[in-house]
């Protein structure tokens, strides 16, 4: 489709700085897929405080970011930082009332196997040959 729009498949010049930002923008995307799924993996417990932190500080530095890249030539709405600091008291809430599950149950001590147990002697086995035909 691209070929009988008259596309010329070149990526330099004018093409360039798009696919720059487009390479740039996929390989900060798998990077951070990588980091949370590593965060996910190895938190140790705290694999649910994981979305609120990564859901809501995307929104909060989208936020920042925009604010920078404006310089100054918007008028910031006091609310966006009273969101911001909500923000970081929901993750807070949501450590603190996550459930965990109950302490591992200790293990028992190892019992020690009995040693094999000698067949019992009997009465009749415990005499020699010479006392019984006495």
């Not at 200790?106 to 020690?112: C, I």
Request: aromatic content about 8%.
């Amino acid at each position: 489709m691209m070929k009988v729009k008259g596309d010329s498949f070149s990526y330099s010049g004018a093409y360039f700085p798009t696919m720059k930002w487009g390479f740039l923008a996929g390989v900060l995307g798998a990077f951070g897929a990588v980091c949370l799924t590593t965060a996910m993996m190895t938190s140790r417990g705290n694999a649910l405080l994981v979305m609120p932190i990564v859901f809501g500080g995307a929104v909060s530095v989208s936020a920042i970011v925009s604010i920078f890249k404006l310089h100054g030539d918007v008028t910031i709405n006091p609310l966006l930082w009273v969101g911001m600091l909500l923000t970081v008291v929901g993750v807070v809430i949501v450590a603190m009332n996550t459930p965990h599950g109950h302490a591992a149950a200790p293990k028992p001590a190892a019992v020690d196997a009995p040693a094999a147990e000698e067949p019992a002697i009997t009465d009749q086995a415990a005499e020699t040959p010479n006392e019984a035909s006495s």
